[in-house]
C-alpha cells in the first residue's frame, strides 16, 4: 500500500474516511455544517460513532463517498481503536472498489494524545488489516481487490511536519516487518526448511548495517550445540542457526540479544502429536521469523542500540535419527537434560541460544517462543506470556505492548518450582510435572542458560501468534506478535 501525507487543498481523490467519536456532533476533522450534515444523514441509518461501526455516504462536496468509522465513546478511547477504525473503513472501501483512499487527520486539539501516534497508528490499521497471504490462492474472479494508496489528509498544510512525516514512515516499517513475520509463519512447512529461512535471514543482511552468519551442522557441532542437533536429527533437513547482527550508526548505548524459537513444523517427533490441528504447527518458527522481522525493521531505521538476532531452525520430525524419550541433551553451556517428552523441543534450541547469548554480554536478553499449549490455557489466545529476571523490561513491555495493541501478561518464575525439574540421570528433566505449570516449568528450564546475572525476559506466544479467526486489523493466520512491541520496545530503550 502506498503511503503518503497531503493537504487538503491538494486532495482530489473520490473516497475519503472520516473518524467519529460516539455521541459527537461532527466527524473528527469535519467541523461545521458539512460535518453535521453527515453525521445527521450517518444517524438516520443508526451509525452514530459506535467502536467498529461505519457508514457509507455517498455524493459529497469534494469527494465522491464519504466513509464515517467509528472511534467508541471519547472517554475510553485508546490508541488501539484507530487501528480497528481504519481496518473497518479500509475493508468499506474495499468492497467498493476504492483504488485511493484519504483519510481526515484530525489536529491535537480533536484527539486525546500524540497526533503523530494517531497517524501511525491509522497506518497500522490500513496495512496490518489489508494484508493477504495469497501466494497458494487462485483469484476470484469477483474478489475486490485490496486499496493500493492511503492519503493522510490534513486540513492545515503547517501540520505536515518532519515529526509527523517521521511518524509516518516509522508505522510503515514496523507494520512492513509485520507482514513479513506474517509471510513467514503463513508458508507452509515443506517449503520453509531451516535452510531456506536461513537463506532469506542472509538476505536481510543486503540492507541498513546488518551482519549474518549461518552455522551449519557441522559448525554446531564444534560448538557443542546439542539442543539444536538433537531436535533437528529426525528430518532430512539439516538443522542451522542464524546470528544476525546489528550495529548502529552512531555510539551503541546498549546491546540486546533477542532469541527466537525456529521449529519450522512441529510434528511433535517420536512424541507424535495428534493429527488434529497439527497443520498450525508451520506456525512454531514464529519466534524466530520475529527476529527476523526485526532486522527487518532494523535495516530501515535507526536505533541506537547493538542488536544480536539468534534464531535457531530444526524441522522437529520422527525420523530414523530422531532423538527419544529418555534421550540426555547436552547444550552449549555444558548442562545436560533429559528428554521426557520430544515434543517438548523449542527449550533445547533457545537452551542452546540463551547459553551462546550470553556469551555476548548482553544489557538484556529477550526471548520468544511459541513454547508451550498450557499458556494458550492459561491465558488464552490474545495474551503472551512474560517470565523472567527483568522487571523493569516486563513492565516495559506490557505499558508499550498495550499502546500497540499486543498484551502481555507476567508469570512468576519461583525457585520453589525449580524441583520440578530434577531429573535422576542428568542435570535437569526438561519438563516439569504433567500438567503443572507447564509454561513456567519451561521458563524454569529456559533460566538454566542464561548467564549469571544478565537480565533476561521470556514470552511465550503460543497464544497469540496464531489467529484461527480474523479479528480488528488481523486476517485469520499468523500474527505478527510480538514484532511491533518489541520493536517500538527497542526504540525506546
Ligand atoms: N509448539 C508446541 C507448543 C504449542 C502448542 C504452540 C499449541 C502453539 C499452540 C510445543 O513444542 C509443545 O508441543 N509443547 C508441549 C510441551 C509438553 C510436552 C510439556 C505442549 O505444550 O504440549
Ligand atoms: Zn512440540
Ligand atoms: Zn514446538
Known sequence: ???????????????????????????????????????????????????????????????????LAGLGKRKEFELDRVRSALAKAMKRAEDIGAESVGLLVPDNREVRGDIADFVGAAVEGAVLSSYRFNKYRSPKPDEPGPVGELLLVLANPRGLTGAMRKAVAEAVARSEAVCFARDLANEPPSPKPPEKMAEIASGLAKKGRIAVRVMHKTELEKLGMGGILRVGAGSHQPPCLVHL??????????????????????????????????????????????????????????????????????????????????????????????????????????????AYGSTLKPDLMIDMATLTGACVIALGD????????????????????????????????????????????????????????????????????????????????????????????????????????????????
Not at 511465550?460 to 499468523?478: L, N
Open 1 to 67: 500500500m502506498r503511503i503518503d501525507l497531503i493537504a487538503k487543498k491538494d486532495w482530489t481523490g473520490r473516497v475519503l474516511v472520516g473518524l467519529m467519536f460516539e455521541g459527537d456532533k461532527t466527524p473528527l476533522a469535519m467541523a461545521g455544517d458539512e460535518g453535521k450534515r453527515h453525521a445527521a444523514v450517518a444517524a438516520g441509518e443508526k451509525f452514530t460513532g459506535q467502536l467498529k461501526k461505519t457508514s457509507l455516504l455517498r455524493a459529497t462536496a469534494g469527494s465522491d463517498k464519504l466513509i
Open 245 to 354: 547482527t546489528y550495529t548502529p550508526a552512531g555510539k551503541s548505548k546498549k546491546t540486546v540479544v533477542v532469541v527466537g524459537k525456529g521449529i519450522t513444523f512441529d510434528s511433535g517427533g517420536i512424541s507424535i502429536k495428534p493429527a488434529q490441528g497439527m497443520e498450525n504447527m508451520k506456525d512454531d518458527m514464529s519466534g524466530a521469523g520475529a527476529v527476523l522481522a526485526l532486522f527487518k525493521w532494523l535495516g530501515s531505521v535507526d536505533v541506537p542500540v547493538t542488536v544480536h538476532g539468534l534464531a535457531p531452525f530444526a524441522e522437529n520430525m520422527p525420523g530414523g535419527g530422531a532423538q527419544k524419550p529418555g534421550d540426555v541433551i547436552r547444550h552449549y553451556n555444558g548442562k545436560t537434560a533429559e528428554v521426557i517428552s520430544t515434543d517438548a523441543e523449542g527449550r533445547h534450541l533457545l537452551a542452546d541460544c540463551l
Open 382 to 493: 490474545e495474551y503472551s506470556a512474560l517470565l523472567g529476571t527483568d522487571q523493569h523490561a516486563i513492565d516495559r513491555l506490557i505499558s508499550v505492548g498495550l499502546k500497540q495493541g499486543e498484551f502481555f501478561w507476567q508469570l512468576p518464575l519461583p525457585d520453589r518450582y525449580k524441583s520440578h525439574l530434577k531429573s535422576k540421570i542428568a542435570d535437569l528433566k526438561h519438563i516439569g510435572k504433567p500438567r503443572v505449570a507447564g509454561t513456567i516449568a519451561a521458563g524454569l528450564f529456559l533460566q538454566e542458560f542464561v548467564g549469571e546475572g544478565i537480565p533476561w525476559v521470556h514470552i511465550d506466544i503460543a497464544g497469540p501468534s496464531f489467529t484461527s479467526e480474523e479479528r480488528d486489523y488481523t486476517p485469520a493466520g499468523a500474527t505478527g506478535v510480538p514484532v511491533r512491541t518489541i520493536a517500538a520496545f527497542l526504540r525506546e530503550l
